[in-house]
């Protein structure tokens, strides 16, 4: 089986075989052997080459949200005008950047106050989803133009936390 799909808008190949009761994957021509085992209706615990990962998954609004060893990744399927444009200029396409929750969660603390310059992949806020501490991170170099929410507060899967407003932007 072939499949294409979007990782925070980079696309990706994966072809899948099911053989002797283990799954070769290979994604952007690199290969994996993958035995997997069901937990619980939204976590799954792999085995990598031969290294273990336990992954949390929940969806929302068409989109599948994945935490894999506290990072969290929006996964869709591939449009065409993603597997076209390159990253930087999706950015300029979509959106102003946010950090948001990939799953329903509570934020624990936030690491940045509106004002604030951030780093590319700078922690900006720590949200408690499915019994895990998870750190979002910046997505964009620039200055943190809103926080819509406070420690304490419920957030939805996707629902912006943080605003941003990217340094090319200014």
Do not use: W
């Not at 997997?36 to 929302?60: H, K, M, P, Q, R």
């Not at 949200?65 to 005008?81: L, M, N």
């Not at 750190?135 to 943080?162: C, H, M, T, W, Y």
């Amino acid at each position: 089986m072939e499949l294409e799909f979007s990782i925070e808008n980079k696309p990706h190949k994966l072809q899948l075989e099911f053989e002797d009761g283990q799954y070769k994957i290979n994604v952007d021509d690199e290969e994996y052997s993958v035995d997997s085992s069901l937990i619980s209706d939204n976590c799954l615990s792999l085995l990598v080459n031969g290294d273990a990962f336990t992954v949390y998954f929940a969806e929302a609004n068409g989109k599948k949200y994945v935490s894999i060893g506290g990072e969290q990744f929006c996964i869709e399927e591939a449009r065409s005008e993603v597997s076209t444009t390159s990253g930087a200029d999706a950015t300029a396409v979509d959106e102003a950047p946010v950090a948001a929750s990939p799953m329903p969660g509570k934020v624990v603390k936030l690491l940045v106050k509106e004002g604030d310059q951030v780093e590319q992949g700078q922690g900006l806020v720590i949200v408690e989803a499915m019994k895990m501490e998870n750190e979002i991170k910046s997505p964009v170099k620039g200055r943190v133009e809103k926080v819509n929410f406070k420690a304490g507060d419920l957030v939805d899967a996707a629902q912006p936390i943080i605003e941003l407003e990217p340094e090319e932007g200014r």
